[in-house]
């Protein structure tokens, strides 16, 4: 026991000696994290925190390598697994400082992570089986990819909820606290080693984390912690019931793991990429409530002891009082979730709906755009165009069009098109111009076309991409007139005899209507 309080103790010291000395390169080396319409502090504040923290752990575990006791001997039997956990921890660290440095793409550090997980998974720290009850379920290979699911999952979701001061790592300390009690009460002590001293590290570096904070984890601590919090849970799992082994860190991080599972729904219901950022977070909504920083990280705080001590009192007692109390606490959080608006169900069934509506919509639009396509392919002349041209504009909901020809003269004949009835709608009409002959010598000509706005704005938009599509791929430069509306005979290069259809004289005015 004197080695695991020693272990915690040096990390703390290490830590608290080295974090400020982290700061002040990361400040020289202009590693700053920038306030910006995602940030909530104020001041640039050096963003190479997390570098303090492996350092300090690293060291102890190398002293620890050296002690000449049964913790040691233990320590030194199990290098492989933990040697898989540690390298893979710096290398989702590596990544991280990467971004934290110059940015890094996410598909980039997501490639990382997968990297870093096959190495653990190769060095056989995955998930085996799960006992309950006394039946014992293998997985076999899908132990792979589950475990590499559970890695990559903790790793983002704790790098996604370092949002205020404090709030991860004060996360991450508990979680790692959580870890180390479960290993020394199953008689683990390798696993015990490395998360007493994370969480000596963290306990150091959380001085100066509070807020207002003088150093931030930055993604490479945050990556860094999750990673080495979900591969040491495999690895404890490896050595007992993988149940017991991942139940406990599970409740430790329910907060970041419930927030990143309504962030990802919520994004993904609004039709927005799950990866992209945005202020949805728990941690943005207490704040956007009225709460400070450090009440809003200590709400947080509270919830993932609860949930903490929930677990330790599951695998202290069993029955079903612990169930009932793991209930209601699943309760609660659920309920500061709700209050906090982190998943807003009915906004985000209304962005389904219409979602939903617009997908069927634009499915007849592309119907009307291939359908519209054989009448331009059918026209022969300037005429036919035209035609085709209201008659695509009829189907797909536009209201009108206006195109002038310039003439040999100088003058300019006019084209029109309307769709009966639509003056009542004059107010619900989005009015576009787009280039149909763009010329060389003069100005280009132009077609206005009034479309209806329907439903919403992006059905109009859709359509007049689509119609846009349409006068692109079928220009009406390449066609003859046929004398009843203004063309030419052919092109004036390459074509004796032809005259340009940017000089071709009209025979008489006329506007069009739909076939």
């Known amino acids: 026991m004197r080695t695991y309080v020693a272990v915690y103790l040096g ?32 001041d ?22 050296l002690v000449d006791n049964a913790i040691g001997r233990a320590f030194r039997g199990g290098q492989t697994q933990l040697i898989a956990v540690v390298v893979g921890s710096l290398l989702v660290l590596l990544a991280g400082t990467m971004d934290d440095i110059r940015g890094l793409s996410v598909s980039a550090k997501l490639a990382f992570e997968i990297a870093a997980a096959l190495l653990v998974c190769a060095l056989g720290v995955r998930i085996g089986s799960i006992s309950v009850a006394g039946i014992t379920l293998a997985f076999g290979w899908f132990s792979w990819p589950l475990t590499m699911l559970w890695i990559v999952g903790v790793t983002n979701a704790l790098n996604l909820i370092d949002g205020i001061d404090g709030l991860a790592a004060g996360i991450a300390l508990i979680a790692c606290a959580a870890t180390a009690f479960l290993a020394v009460y199953l008689g683990q002590p390798v696993m015990a080693v490395l998360m007493l001293a994370l969480s000596g590290s963290l306990s150091g570096f959380l001085m100066f984390n509070f807020h207002p904070a003088r150093v931030f984890l930055g993604d490479g601590g945050s990556l860094f912690l999750g990673f080495a919090i979900a591969a040491g849970s495999v690895m404890s799992a490896t050595k007992s019931a993988a149940l017991l082994g991942l139940g406990l860190p599970v409740l430790a991080l329910a907060v970041p793991i419930c927030d990143t599972f309504f962030s990802m729904l919520r994004r993904a219901l609004t039709q927005r990429s799950i990866v992209a950022p945005d202020r949805g977070h728990i941690h943005h909504r207490l704040l956007k409530m009225g709460a400070s920083q450090t009440q809003a990280a200590a709400l947080i705080w ?201 000089h071709a004289k009209p025979a008489h005015t006329q506007s069009a209507t739909p076939r």
């Open 11 to 42: 990390a703390f010291v290490l830590a608290m000696l080295i974090t400020p000395r982290t700061a002040r390169l990361a400040r020289a080396a202009g590693v700053m994290d920038i306030p910006g319409v995602r940030r909530v502090h104020r």
């Open 44 to 65: 640039p504040t050096p963003r190479l925190g997390g570098i303090a923290l492996v350092l300090a752990t690293l060291i102890m575990l190398m002293i620890v390598l």
């Open 302 to 502: 509270l919830l993932t002891l609860a949930f903490t001590g929930v677990g330790v009192f599951m695998f202290v007692k069993r029955g079903m009082i612990p169930l009932l109390v793991y209930c209601c606490v699943a309760a609660l959080l659920m309920a500061v979730f709700w209050i906090a608006g982190t998943l807003p169900l009915r906004q985000c069934l209304t962005h389904l709906r219409r979602r939903l509506r617009v997908n069927h919509e634009a499915k007849g639009q592309r119907r009307q755009y291939e359908q519209a396509a054989l009448y331009f392919e059918e026209a022969a002349s300037f005429d036919g165009w035209w035609r085709s041209a209201c008659t695509a504009a009829d189907q797909m909901g536009f209201t009108g069009l206006r195109m002038r020809w310039p003439c040999d003269d100088g003058s300019a004949q006019s084209l029109l098109w309307a769709q009966p009835g639509t003056e009542a709608r004059a107010d619900q009409t989005a009015h576009v111009r787009v280039p149909v002959l763009r010329q060389h010598l003069g100005p280009p000509v132009w077609l206005e076309c009034d479309v209806a706005i329907g439903s919403s704005l992006e059905s109009a938009s859709r359509r007049m991409m689509l119609f846009s599509r349409l006068l692109e791929e079928y220009s009406p430069a390449d066609l003859p007139s046929d004398g009843a509306t203004p063309g030419s005979a052919g092109r004036k290069a390459g074509n004796s005899g032809g005259q340009d259809p940017r």
